[in-house]
């Protein structure tokens, strides 16, 4: 996956009790109409060229760049550059999924999947949008405020770690081949996860309580990498067999050394997206959503309360809770709005919920937050087998659970708001009557 990486720390300034969201990803617009009541100053720097605070950034006034080390959180020289055509795809890719669009619409999406300039603008648009995007949710009727840091450009290229190479490979047994591929690994797993580290600790200096993460490795894009390198060492391509079984190792590799990250703010309550991939976590892992920890909550993605999102990475063990992820109206740089769907959707949704209930109860731990969240969602019949809970967060339960906690026992304050706060009902509708679209890609850290 491509890292790119932003994060959108959000602390009311001034309110004793309001909740700091660290959203992980591509940039914020901080001029956005949306974001301008919701974003974060630190007052302990002025803009002056120097570290005023003593954390080792430079006026990171509203964030930080980590991707050309300044206090500069989105590049505005994408701004008004992109066609009217990658707004219409996401338009017409609504309108498709309601089954609204029409033939001549179709037609046209068609024909620019099939467009190579298309394509790549689109992939640069994306990247450009995500962030302000995911951070519109994150802080949605809050007063949450919202800090951005970007770590990765908007245009980013393929990365491939140059650890192994064709030299002294001919007399190698097949053992040792598959010992260095874990080894190269290994490696490439350590270098990114020092940069999530590094975030980490940043986010743990300004006392985040939520961090979210719309980003990460899913197992088809960790094929890009693992079967080149296979490549190298093996000269020849894998078989299926040996694909699956190389990105399961650089997958795990990035999970373990992925416990670095959530270590590193062990305050902060990470939440990550599932994955667009439409596979089972289960069974072929993606990174960082399958790190297992008490400060760690992962999501998968619904169409409202009604059924579960075709594209929605799922697992009965790896993915926690389900969120709506479909057709999410948010901002994009340049005081727009726009309808996005993925797993990058559903997890700020979850995010924002999240800093309510800290809201709500300062006192509350990461693993308690989590626990509300989890103990007090709408169980669902279609998520059964989607979801560890088996349900879908039910933000106004979350929160009284989390007022009731500051006089009560968490499991008693869980149990009592269940049966005060009702579940969110369905219309019923058949996901049949729906077409099935293809999300924008979350946030990779590597293409």
Known sequence: MKLAVAIILAATVGSANASTIAVIDSGLDYKHEMIVPNLWTNTAEVQDNRDNDGNGYQDDIHGWNFAEQSGAIIDYKYLGTFSPDCKKYFDIQGKAFLKLATEEEIAWIKAKVQDKDFIKEMGKFGNFVHGTHVAGITIRDSNNKAMGIKLLPTETKLIFSGLITKANNTGLRTADRWALLAKAFNALAVQQMNLLTDIARFVAYHKADVANGSFGTGFNQAKMITDKAFAVLFFRKPTDEESNKAARMFIDAMVSEGQRMVQASPDTLFVFAAGNDGMSNDEFGTSPANIKADNVI?????????????????????????????????????????????????????????????????????????????????????????????????????????????????????????????????????????????????????K
Not at 381 to 397: E, H, Q
Not at 403 to 420: D, W
Request: aromatic fraction near 8%.
């Open 298 to 446: 992962t999501v998968g993605a619904t169409y409202k309360n009604e059924f579960f999102a075709s594209f929605s990475n799922y697992g009965t063990k790896m993915v926690d809770i389900a969120a709506p992820g479909m057709l999410i109206k948010s901002a994009i740089p340049g005081n727009d709005y726009l309808e996005v769907s993925g797993t990058s959707q559903a997890s700020p949704y979850v995010a924002n919920v999240a800093a309510k209930i800290k809201t709500a109860n300062p006192a509350l731990r990461p693993v308690d937050i989590k626990s509300i969240l989890m103990g007090t969602v709408d169980k669902k019949s279609f998520l059964s087998d989607k979801v560890m809970t088996g349900g879908l967060v039910n933000l106004d339960r979350a929160v009284v659970a989390a007022e009731m906690s500051k006089s009560m026992t968490l499991v008693e304050a869980i149990s009592r708001a269940k049966r005060q706060v009702k579940s969110e009902s369905a219309s019923g509708l058949n996901p049949k009557n729906f077409a099935k679209i293809a999300p924008i890609p979350f946030n990779p850290m590597f």
